[in-house]
T-cell receptor, first 110, second 116 residues
Framework: GENVEQHPSTLSVQEGDSAVIKCTYS??????FPWYKQELGKRPQLIID?????GEKKDQRIAVTLNKTAKHFSLHITETQPEDSAVYFC?????????FGPGTRLSVLP | DTEVTQTPKHLVMGMTNKKSLKCEQH?????MYWYKQKAKKPPELMFV???????INESVPSRFSPECPNSSLLNLHLHALQPEDSALYLC???????????????FGEGSRLTVL
C-alpha cells in the first residue's frame, strides 16, 4: 500500500520568512497530492493540491511542486504570517484511498 | 452548500453503550469516508463508501459499523467500544472515489468521542 513520509515534523520561522515542507510517497500509481491545514480543534482544510500531470502550482503565497520521478512533492509558503501557524498534512491518493503524511507543526513567530 | 455536517460534536459513552455518529452532505458527492484522528496524528482511513456501497474497510473492528442509507447520509454505529477508541471521528466526502474527476476531500468538523 501507499506510504507517505513528511519532513520536518516541526518548523519554526520568523514572520515574513518562507517555509518549506517536503513529502515523499511510495506508490507510483498515486495521482493526486493535496495539502491540508489543520488548526487546533478544527477540521483539516484543503489549501492547495496538485495532480500527477502537473509539475508546479501556485496560489498567492502558497505553491506546491511535484517530482514524479523522485516521488516527492513540497509545499512552499512565502511571506509567512502568524495565522499560518497550524499543522500541515500532505496526502497522496491512489484510487479510493487517501493516505496522509504524519504532519508538520508550523509556528510563525511574530 | 459546500459543507459536510457531523453530529454530535461531542459524545461521551460507556463501554456498554450503543451510539451513532451522523454525517450529511448535499454537494452531490458520491464518495463518503470515515476517518479516525488521534491527538497529534494524521487522519487514519476507516471506511469508504462509493455510490452507497462499502468499498473499503481498513480492517476496522466490528464494534464500529458503518451505514450509508442514501447518497447524502453516512452513519457510524458504535457498540462496546474501548477507552482507546476515544478520538476525533471525521467524516469526509468527494465527488467520486477515483480517476481524474474524483476531486478534493471535504471534511466535516468531526465528532469528538470519549469512551469511559
Amino acid at each position: 500500500g501507499e506510504n507517505v513520509e513528511q519532513h520536518p515534523s516541526t518548523l519554526s520561522v520568523q514572520e515574513g520568512d518562507s517555509a518549506v515542507i517536503k513529502c515523499t510517497y511510495s506508490d507510483s500509481a498515486s495521482n493526486y497530492f493535496p495539502w491540508y491545514k489543520q488548526e487546533l480543534g478544527k477540521r483539516p482544510q484543503l489549501i492547495i493540491d496538485i495532480r500527477s500531470n502537473v509539475g508546479e502550482k501556485k496560489d498567492q503565497r502558497i505553491a506546491v511542486t511535484l517530482n514524479k520521478t523522485a516521488k516527492h512533492f513540497s509545499l512552499h509558503i512565502t511571506e509567512t504570517q502568524p495565522e499560518d501557524s497550524a499543522v500541515y498534512f500532505c496526502a497522496a491518493r491512489r484510487g479510493q484511498n487517501f493516505v496522509f503524511g504524519p504532519g508538520t507543526r508550523l509556528s510563525v513567530l511574530p | 452548500d459546500t459543507e459536510v455536517t457531523q453530529t454530535p460534536k461531542h459524545l461521551v459513552m460507556g463501554m456498554t453503550n450503543k451510539k451513532s455518529l451522523k454525517c450529511e452532505q448535499h454537494m452531490g458527492h458520491r464518495a463518503m469516508y470515515w476517518y479516525k484522528q488521534k491527538a497529534k496524528k494524521p487522519p487514519e482511513l476507516m471506511f469508504v463508501y462509493s455510490y452507497e456501497k462499502l468499498s473499503i474497510n481498513e480492517s476496522v473492528p466490528s464494534r464500529f459499523s458503518p451505514e450509508c442509507p442514501n447518497s447524502s447520509l453516512l452513519n457510524l454505529h458504535l457498540h462496546a467500544l474501548q477507552p482507546e477508541d476515544s478520538a476525533l471521528y471525521l467524516c469526509a466526502s468527494s465527488l467520486r472515489t477515483g480517476g481524474v474527476e474524483a476531486g478534493e476531500l471535504f471534511f466535516g468538523e468531526g465528532s469528538r468521542l470519549t469512551v469511559l
